[in-house]
């Protein structure tokens, strides 16, 4: 039971990328996007807890 895993595999189009501060640029998270839903790139509002407050994160590479 449970030896299966679901679904048949595709090939994986998502990949890691970090949300580093704008203003601090630290990487203060990361997340997977699949490039070809998400072709731009990220930016979010995240809490830094380095700048201790909410700014811009950017996708940034590993
Ligand atoms: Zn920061």
């Not at 679904?7 to 998270?29: A, F, M, P, V």
């Not at 699949?34 to 995240?46: D, Q």
């Amino acid at each position: 039971m449970g030896e299966r895993k679901k679904g048949k595999k595709k090939k994986d189009e998502r990949s890691i990328i970090h949300l580093g501060c704008e203003r601090c640029s630290r990487r203060n998270y990361h997340t997977t996007k699949n490039k070809r839903n998400t072709p731009e790139k990220l930016a979010l509002k995240k809490y830094c807890k380095w700048c201790r407050s909410h700014t811009i994160h950017r996708e940034m590479k590993l």
